[in-house]
């Protein structure tokens, strides 16, 4: 969230800067692009979901994204194999609709996700379970990455 506050408000500058001109201007406009983007997509990951007796409801991070599901438009739910940096590698949540619309449900979103988990395996029946090979060996890739640019960087001190 910081880095999209931070893009903002160097567009903010650039266009208050006393240099305005064409360029500057496509810039800062860029710029303010890519902060919006990335509000966009930290607003993606659904940070609030709240169990009613006939409803789920989940609200984005800055809540621009609200999105209310009955618990018959539910046809499911899958487990999908996923790998991220913070996490690493864990079965993430996809809610499948009867539209044939999936929500996934990133682990990062949410301090409590097992709790989420268990709520969400007592209500919704279990579809299917995704493995991805390429999930599994994403650690070691990030690591095998990390040690030959180290590398690299010690080849080019040495020279």
């Known amino acids: 969230m910081g880095i999209s506050i931070a893009f903002i408000l160097m567009s903010l500058m650039l266009f208050l800067s006393p240099y305005f001109d064409a360029i500057v201007g496509i810039s800062g406009s860029f710029i303010f692009l890519m902060g919006a983007g990335f509000l966009w997509g930290i607003d993606y990951a659904f940070s609030t979901i709240t169990f009613e007796h006939d409803k789920l409801k989940l609200r984005g991070y800055f809540s621009m994204r609200r999105l209310?599901?009955?618990?018959?438009?539910?046809e499911g739910f899958m487990l999908e194999e996923s790998s991220d940096q913070l996490s690493g590698y864990h079965?993430?949540?996809?809610?499948i609709?009867?539209?044939g619309k999936k929500i996934g449900l990133?682990?990062?979103a949410y301090s409590n996700y097992e709790t989420l988990v268990a709520l969400i395996e007592s209500k919704f029946e279990l579809l299917e379970i995704k493995r991805h090979l390429f999930a599994k060996?994403?650690?070691i890739i990030w690591f095998l990455?990390?040690?030959?640019?180290?590398?690299?960087a010690m080849m080019k001190i040495l020279k």
């Open 145 to 152: 990455s990390g040690v030959l640019a180290l590398l690299v």
């Open 106 to 108: 990133a682990k990062m």
């Open 91 to 95: 079965f993430r949540v996809c809610l």
């Open 68 to 74: 209310d599901i009955t618990y018959s438009d539910v």
């Open 137 to 139: 060996w994403m650690p």
């Open 97 to 99: 609709l009867k539209s």
